[in-house]
């Protein structure tokens, strides 16, 4: 073939497939705005609430329980927080939310269990402290913590400023709650065990 015509046919195939690039859009993180959760909070048991600024959760004999009244976040969806432990060596921030719809719901623990762990309640029937999902991650008094938690499908995923400790595929596996006062928070809430916290901005969107 001559080289003109080669040339002619390069450029065809230009025309056609050498133009501007297409940009790739995150639909689904466009399109889903942040709800923010900030007064339709209840306290349920335990403790002092107050709305405020900022959600403070006092000290109860076990549990303070707290439930949101408004929009309760369906998977797939991520939720941000920020929280801090004022008083207390227990979980400053058990956060029940639907795992697989409201009525298969599960609770990320935020220094349970002496004061460090991060797990789920519970997997299998075995809660934080026993399942496989368990990390342990110093939580100091008075500093704030940022969590995010993902649910995605099967896909459970929890970071602490930013460092991701529990990425878990649920597929196949019994989700529940814990029995006993931390079921009075779902179909979503929050939670302290002795202790007194704080915790602000809270918000979700869908994916």
């Not at 076990?62 to 941000?80: C, D, H, M, Y």
């Not at 929280?83 to 349970?112: H, M, W």
Request: glycine content about 12%; overall charge negative; aromatic content about 10%.
């Amino acid at each position: 073939m001559k080289r003109r015509k080669w040339m002619g046919l390069f450029g065809g195939f230009c025309l056609v497939g050498c133009g501007e690039k297409k940009t790739v859009v995150d639909v689904r993180a466009v399109e889903r705005p942040w709800i923010e959760m900030k007064d339709e909070w209840e306290g349920v048991s335990g403790g002092q609430v107050d709305v405020v600024e900022e959600l403070s959760i006092g000290w109860g004999e076990s549990l303070t329980n707290v439930r949101w009244k408004g929009e309760v976040p369906t998977a797939p969806f991520e939720l941000e927080l920020k929280a801090k432990r004022v008083n207390g060596t227990d979980f400053f921030c058990a956060v029940t939310f639907p795992a697989r719809g409201v009525e298969e719901c599960v609770t990320l623990i935020v220094g349970g269990w002496g004061g460090s762990l991060v797990g789920i309640s519970s997997i299998d029937g075995k809660d934080a402290s026993e399942n496989d999902a368990q990390k342990i991650h110093a939580f100091e008094a008075d500093i704030w913590y940022q969590v995010r938690l993902v649910r995605d499908g099967e896909k459970l995923m929890v970071w602490i400023d930013g460092e991701k400790l529990i990425d878990i595929d649920t597929t196949g596996k019994i989700l529940s709650l814990r029995q006993g006062g931390i079921e009075e928070c779902a179909p979503f809430g929050l939670a302290t065990w002795q202790t007194t916290a704080r915790i602000k901005d809270i918000r979700w969107r869908g994916l």
